[in-house]
């Protein structure tokens, strides 16, 4: 009878995570991997990361001076709550796949992993009317806070008057707050950052509502166990994205080339072009090869167009201003979206009604993509379909 090593069996042991602040550092912010999505500053337990959410910056920064600014002296001692909460940090997508839908995306899943894709409006009219395209976001929000699935939601707000345009994270938690934050503003700001108040207002069903970058932070950070943090978030709303522009914008091209006070637009939107419209009454296109240069740094390199890790993930870029196309993710996703179609609170048709939608959301993936470096983690780069090389001439 031969004797069997029961060791060469066993699963190998998951190596153990001591990532901490100063890998963080080197491979996400000093390279430009980092988008600003301030996870990294809600998770950490010390209160020692920083963040500047104003005029070209959006990003963290360390606080304590012991080390110098990469690197950390809670990390030296074991802390890792920076690192599991980066959405850009290491294997974040493949990890944040397997945790939402048990696999990761295939090649062919370009967008993200999903299980429907349609196009939705809200019902009631003021909703629809104040909200961005078909309003479905604020529908969604108001309808979850009736319906008791949240009790509050991680949103973006005007800071001061609603004039100036400044994004700023707040908490919505009933209709009102809902539409008072309704509306895009194509700068950014990293909502996730509104948890705090949250917490503090004694809140614990919470909806993230958040550019793609944000709404990768949930899922990462659960799969990771990063501990208390993350479970308040119970549903994840993500705005598809190709990119947001600094708050310059406003004064270096809007007025400056334009004369458009930013205190006299009342709306603006993306289609094709940068749409502006005047409290006068009228209404301006801006070529959006214009408006790259004021392109936000943290976008440089972000390849998530579609919010591929939000339960449901939603934008404009169907032909119609009053149609949201909708990408129904996950189960939660599924339940919420057929409950409110089948009460009434939003309408919907396939997406395959307006199949230019749906190829552009596969062009703007593939061009988001692109983006991620080859140095970086590879399987983002997955189902990049492969330039052909031109044909050398012949004699």
């Known amino acids: 009878m031969s004797v069997v090593d029961d060791a060469a069996f066993a699963p190998a042991k998951k190596e153990r995570w ?22 990294c500053v809600i998770s950490c337990p010390h209160d020692v990361i920083g963040y500047n959410h104003e005029e070209g910056e959006y990003r963290p920064f360390h606080l304590e001076e012991e080390l110098g600014f990469d690197d950390c002296i809670h990390g030296q001692k074991g802390c890792t709550s920076c690192t599991r909460a980066c959405p850009r940090f290491r294997a974040w997508e493949p990890e944040a796949n397997e945790h939402l839908f048990a696999r990761d995306r295939g090649d062919d899943e370009i967008a993200g992993i999903y299980s429907d894709i349609m196009l939705t409006r809200a019902s009631d009219d003021m909703v629809h009317k104040m909200g961005q395209d078909g309003g479905l976001v604020s529908a969604i929000l108001i309808w979850a806070l009736d319906e ?92 598809l994205c190709s990119k947001t522009f600094d708050d310059s914008i406003f004064a270096e091209l809007f007025e400056a080339k334009y004369g458009l006070d930013k205190h006299e637009m009342v709306k603006m939107n993306i289609k094709g072009v940068f749409q502006i419209w005047m409290k006068d009454g009228s209404y301006h296109e801006i070529n959006l090869k214009e408006c790259h240069a004021w392109t936000r740094e943290g976008c440089t390199y972000c390849p998530d167009f579609a919010a591929e890790h939000a339960d449901i993930s939603c934008g404009g870029i169907g032909k119609d201003n009053d149609w949201t196309l909708t990408i129904v993710r996950t189960e939660l996703g599924r339940e919420i979206i057929q409950r409110m179609i089948a009460d009434g609170s939003i309408v919907a048709r396939p997406g395959d009604s307006d199949p230019a939608a749906i190829e552009l959301m596969r062009k703007l993936s593939i061009k988001s993509r692109e983006r991620w470096p080859a140095w970086a983690s590879d399987v983002v780069r997955l189902g990049l379909p492969e330039k052909k090389k031109p044909v050398a001439a012949t004699a």
């Not at 001591?18 to 996870?39: F, H, M, N, P, R």
């Not at 707000?157 to 194509?186: C, H, I, Q």
């Open 148 to 239: 008791g699935y949240i009790d509050g939601a991680l949103t973006s707000f005007m800071e001061g008057p609603a004039s100036d345009w400044k994004a700023r994270p707040g908490v919505a938690t009933n209709r009102d707050e809902v539409l008072e934050s309704a509306g895009s503003r194509y700068t950014y700001s990293a909502n996730t950052l509104a948890i705090n108040e949250a917490l503090e207002r004694g809140l614990t069903k919470l909806a993230l509502v958040g550019m793609s970058c944000q709404s990768s932070v949930p899922p990462v950070m659960w799969h990771r166990k990063i501990g208390k943090i993350g479970k308040p978030i119970t549903f994840n709303l993500g705005l």
């Open 18 to 39: 001591t990532y901490q602040w100063k890998e963080l550092y080197d491979e996400v912010i000093d390279s430009k991997l980092c988008t600003g999505c301030a996870g």
